[in-house]
């Protein structure tokens, strides 16, 4: 079992209403990304402020460390850390240097969360833009969404197109009564 301790303890009685902004956790509440992996659901929580105009970056690179399509921690930190020369991970280095309510634990949300996002608050993001992903698709590409079209599935972008970058974090549901 998680402990669930050192991330807060927070149960389902503490969230807010899905799409309200979560006071103390540093953005608004887009539900719980079901566990997918064999490890404990997570509260999805998505910062109100974003980069607009930022490559994903590495164009022509394997970046085998980025191919978790359920949770974007492990992808951007693998992003963060690895150099492409003067093609750094733009979008992932914005997300896991973003601060808010005291959280820096922040990174790029993955293809899935991005879904969630999608599918619980898409009013939250601009419509007439891409919003990047931490996941690769290819050496040349990388899994992005549009928010405006609902037909439009997660496509795979080239990694030098300019889009936008929504930092996320989660954090780990407690069972009730263990908080």
Not at 6 to 18: E, F, K
Not at 43 to 66: K, M, T
Not at 138 to 143: E, I, P, T, V
Not at 148 to 155: L, M, N
């Amino acid at each position: 079992m998680i402990d669930t301790t050192t991330r807060g303890g927070l149960t389902l009685a503490d969230a807010p209403q899905v799409g309200q902004y979560w006071e103390g956790q540093g953005g608004f509440y887009a539900g719980i990304i079901p566990d997918y992996v064999g490890t404990q659901p997570r509260f999805l929580i998505f910062a109100a402020d974003e980069a607009i105009d930022v490559e994903w970056g590495g164009l022509g690179s394997d970046d085998g460390g980025a191919l978790d399509t359920d949770n974007g921690s492990p992808n951007t930190q693998s992003l963060t850390e690895c150099r492409h020369g003067k093609d750094p991970h733009e979008a992932a280095q914005y997300a896991s240097s973003y601060e808010k309510d005291g959280h820096r634990d922040f990174y790029l949300p993955s293809r899935r969360e991005l879904d969630v996002a999608f599918q619980t608050i898409p009013d939250k993001f601009d419509p007439s833009d891409w919003y990047w992903s931490s996941t690769q698709q290819s050496r040349l590409g990388a899994y992005g969404r549009d928010f405006g079209d609902q037909s439009v599935p997660v496509p795979s972008l080239p990694k030098h197109i300019k889009g936008r970058a929504r930092p996320a974090r989660s954090i780990p549901v407690a069972e009730e009564g263990t908080a």
